[in-house]
C-alpha cells in the first residue's frame, strides 16, 4: 500500500453535485503555485455554484475545503494550508453557504518518479503541466509532508496516509483517496 494518495472529490455518480460556476473577486491570485499571497485576497472570496449535493471539497481553479474537512486535516497535523474566508451561493436558490474557505495548498514538492509514471510532458522541464496516466511518487522527496502540492502537475493534490485515516474517521464523505499508481491527472 502507498503511504502516499492523490485526494479527489467525486461524490456519488448517482447524485447532482454542486460545482464552481463562477469565483467573483480573486483575480489577481494563483492559489496552485504554493507560495503565500504578498497580500491577502479580498474578504470573502465570493463563489457562483451550480446547485446540487455539496461536498466537502470543490477544486476547480479554486480550491475550497468544509470547515469540517479543515478542522480534521488541523487535527491530523496538516499545518502549510492558508485558509481564507468564502462564500458559496446557489445560483438557482440563492442559498449562501459560509462554511468554507478558499485554501491555499504552501508547498509544491517534485516527488513524481518518471522512471516508474505513465505521462506525457508538456515541457523539458516536466514541471507545472505534466499529465499522468498514472503516477509512481518517490516518497523520500516529500520529506514526510501531511499534505502538498505535486510539481509535475499542481493540479494534483498529494496527502499522507496519516490524514486518508483521519478524513476516513471523521466520516468525512465523498472524498476520494486515489492510488498514485490509479491517478489520472
Not at 37 to 63: H, N, T, Y
Not at 109 to 125: I, L, R
Amino acid at each position: 500500500m502507498p503511504t502516499y494518495y492523490m485526494l479527489e472529490c467525486y461524490g456519488p455518480a448517482e447524485a447532482d453535485r454542486a460545482a464552481i460556476r463562477h469565483v467573483l473577486n480573486d483575480r489577481d491570485f494563483s492559489w496552485n503555485l504554493g507560495r503565500k499571497f504578498a497580500s491577502p485576497p479580498p474578504a470573502p472570496i465570493q463563489v457562483k455554484i451550480e446547485p446540487g449535493l455539496m461536498m466537502p471539497m470543490f477544486d476547480r481553479g479554486l480550491l475550497l475545503f468544509s470547515d469540517e474537512m479543515l478542522s480534521v486535516l488541523a487535527a491530523a497535523g496538516v499545518d502549510n494550508l492558508d485558509a481564507y474566508p468564502a462564500t458559496l451561493e446557489d445560483l438557482e436558490s440563492g442559498q449562501i453557504h459560509q462554511n468554507y474557505k478558499a485554501i491555499n495548498i504552501l508547498g509544491v514538492v517534485a516527488a513524481a518518479d518518471f522512471s516508474k509514471s505513465q505521462y506525457v510532458a508538456h515541457s523539458s522541464s516536466k514541471l507545472i503541466d505534466t499529465d499522468f496516466d498514472s503516477l509512481a511518487i518517490k516518497e523520500d522527496a516529500a520529506r514526510g509532508l501531511l499534505l502538498f502540492r505535486l510539481a509535475e502537475a499542481v493540479s494534483g493534490i498529494v496527502i499522507h496516509e496519516r490524514v486518508k485515516q483521519a478524513l476516513e474517521t471523521a466520516g468525512i464523505k465523498y472524498l476520494d483517496f486515489v492510488d498514485p499508481k490509479d491517478w489520472i491527472g
